[in-house]
Each structure stands twice: as structure tokens, then as C-alpha cells.
């Protein structure tokens, strides 16, 4: 265990663990791209954040967090309560049927003697994944996602210690979803990089979930990166449902070649600072995006969300649905950029989000925003943020409902339009049921 600060004095101690640990280490960066991604974090700009945020960026608290890496063998993968329990009320981990999933215990990598699943596709941790597959890692890893794309993407690159690899070949349909589980471990709070690499062969399909549990005051800076070959197709669900202490970002994006398909879906529940970036890059004639994503923000938490799709080709299409709501004192936005090539033509693309106030002292904002330097394509953005209306809640009312209860049935309905495009009735189920218990966890938003 090393004591987490972003100076030059902590990437040279990491960097001297990771040598240390050799194979037995997570960390998959060379020590070149290490110090370079330090030094544009230092040296970032710092912007000036909007008075109603209640977090600086620039400012925040590093004391008290431990960065470690490395693995440890397990009989079996471990338990964990995002899944449903068995007759004896146990959870087996990965219950959810699936097709394979690896289990970080914060950042370190939980190695059964076995991994189970579809042995058509490669799972691995990716610093394994990098000893034996250098040449398909680096292909993508730090390409899809530059570690200079903002502040936190350099400072996972720079303290990069764990990580997953995917690998599904051309034309294999994995039928169930692969699983990613990151688990907080118990004690002083872990400062948690992990870097996420997949890559879809042409015609291929898969559905991967990504999961973030746990009570601790982690911190998360993360990278996901996809690289899909033509026609391929990938759903990526990340689930998120830490405890109001952890502070957490994410960055993913994929980049879609001709005829390939991305769907982000994002379901945040947690956390007491989350700030989450899904992006596309739609490179080839024909490649869609697809982002749905809600937040549910409460107590003091604050929650960025941004999403990003650039049309670098002509007849790609891109739509993004996302739904927010704020209760007791806490803050949300949603930010979001539609880009067009000036030689990008005949593409379709829309950006809307609905934010739901269900407090006084809660806030919430929008900011979507067009870049169309080309001609013949077809692009829209609307926002739109306001409270339970009052017509609507009488009409339910006149039904027999209680207010209370109508209240909360308009709110369970408001976050619908996105749910219902999250892949696979398994998955809109455990969401639905996620965020009606967050609704129980604030009795006090609806009068009793």
C-alpha cells in the first residue's frame, strides 16, 4: 500500500511498486506515458466552475487514500448483493447469467482457477493481456480515449493499476452479458484506476455490464475504451451504486467502423461526486450510437453527466436520451456536443434531456450543444427541467392514489424513456428495482 497524492514523488513510488510486482501487478502503462499524463494534469488549465457547483475540480481532497496493486487467488469468485440471492439467501457472484466476468476487490484483480464462460471470447485482466496480446492491446488502449482528453483521464493514465480486457472475434454472438465487477475493499479508502479495453470483431455481438458496489470513500478515475469492426455491435451497461461517499469518474467511448453499433447505458445511483463522459467516434459510412443514460442525485451529492458523438462519416446516426433528477440539496447537469466532418452528409442525430426537480434546494442544468460545419443532415438537441406537474398529479389522484404515492409513480415513470432502451429484461429490471430503493432511502421526498 502506498499513500495516494498526484506528485511526482507518488508516480515514482508506484512506479517502483509496479517494477516490484512484476506480473503479479496490474499495471499495464508504460512508465513514459506515466509521467507525461502527470504532467499534463498538473499542468491543466483550471476553469472556473459554475456557482451552484458544489465541487471545484481542481481543488479536490487526495488526503487519506491508498493506491495498490496486484492479485490475489480465490477458490471462487466472491459475493456480492448487486445480484439475486438463492434459496439459502446467499449471492453467488455473477448470479446474473452471464458469459464470463472478472471481480476487482478495489484494485485488485480476483483470480479464480478458473475463468468460466464462452471460451470463444478472450477475458483477461489487461495487464495479462498486454504480456500476451501486446500488439491487439496497444492498437487500442490510449487511442480510443486519449489520456489528454481532460484532467482525469490523464491522472488514471498516470496511476493506472488494474484493468480488463475483452476480446470477442469476427462474428461470434455472445448470447448472455459479460460482467466487470469493482468492488470498494473494506478499510482506508483505495484510489481505484482502472482501464477497460474491448475490442469487437466484424459481425460480432456482445453485451458487456460494468458494475461500481461498495460502502467506502473510494475514489475512481477510469477509462473505458471499444474498438468495433464493421458491423459489429456492443451493448455496455454501467451500473453504478456505490455509497454516498465515493467519488468516482469515467471515461468511455468507443470508435465504430462502417456499419457498427454502440450503445452506452448508464445507470448512476450512487456516489457523492460522479462524473461520467460516454462518447463515439462514428468513423465509418453508417455506424450508429446510441447513449441512455439517468442520474438520480440526493442528500449532497453531485453528478456531471456528458455525452459526445462525432460524426466523422456520412450516414452515421447518433441518439442519446438521458433523464436526471435532484432531491434534498443536491446538484446535476447534463452537457452534451453533437460534431459533424464539414464532409459528413446525410447523418441523423439527436440529443435530449429531461431533468426532474423533486426539492427546493435541489438544482439541475442542461447545456446540449450542435458543431455542423457540413450541409444535408439532420440534427436536433432540446432540454428541459422543471418539477412534477400539478395537472398530472391531480388527474392520478382522481384515480383513488394518494399523493404521496402518485408522486412517486410519476417519479418511478419519469425515468422510463431511458430504462426501456437498457438491453435485456434482466438488466431493466435490476435497474428499476436499484432505483426504487434509492426512492426508499428519502422517505422524506414524498410527504407521508
Known sequence: MLDFAPTGAALAAVIGE????????????????????????????RKAMPKQWRHDYSALNFAGLEW??????????????????????DVPALAVENAGGLVHLGSTYLAPPEIAGDRRVTLLALADARRSRREHVNAVHLHVVSPGADRFTALSTAF???????????GVAVESPLQLVWMSRPGAPGAVFPHTVIRVGAGARVTI???HIGSTETFIAGIVEADLGPGAHLDYVAIQQ??????IFMHRRAR?????????????LGGALVR?????????????????????????????AIVNADHDASRTESRTTVRSAAADRSRGRFSGALRFAPNATRCVASMRDDGLILSRDAYLDAAPVLAVPAHHLWAS????????????????????????????????????????????DPIRDEVRTALDSRLDEIPDTFEQ
Open 18 to 45: 509496479l517494477d516490484e510486482l512484476g506480473a503479479s501487478g496490474g499495471g499495464a502503462v508504460d512508465t513514459l506515458v506515466r509521467e507525461r499524463a502527470l504532467h499534463a494534469f498538473l499542468g491543466a488549465r
Open 68 to 89: 495498490s496493486s496486484g492479485r490475489a487467488r480465490v477458490p471462487v469468485l466472491p459475493r456480492f448483493t448487486a445480484a439475486p440471492t438463492d434459496d439459502a439467501g
Open 160 to 170: 493506472q493499476n488494474c484493468g480488463a480486457y475483452v476480446d470477442v472475434p469476427d
Open 209 to 211: 455490464v460494468e458494475r
Open 242 to 247: 456505490t455509497d454516498e461517499g465515493a467519488r
Open 256 to 268: 465504430c467502423a462502417a456499419g457498427a453499433s454502440v450503445g452506452w447505458h448508464v445507470a448512476d
Open 276 to 304: 461520467t463522459v460516454c462518447g463515439a467516434q462514428l468513423a465509418g459510412a453508417r455506424a450508429t450510437a446510441e447513449t441512455n443514460a439517468f442520474f438520480f442525485a440526493r442528500g449532497f451529492t453531485h453528478i456531471e
Open 381 to 424: 438537441h432540446a432540454s428541459n427541467v422543471g418539477s412534477l406537474d400539478e395537472e398530472e398529479l391531480f388527474y392520478v389522484q382522481t384515480r383513488g392514489i394518494t399523493r404521496p404515492i402518485a408522486e412517486r409513480m410519476m417519479s418511478l415513470a419519469f425515468f422510463e424513456p431511458a430504462i426501456a432502451r437498457f438491453p435485456t
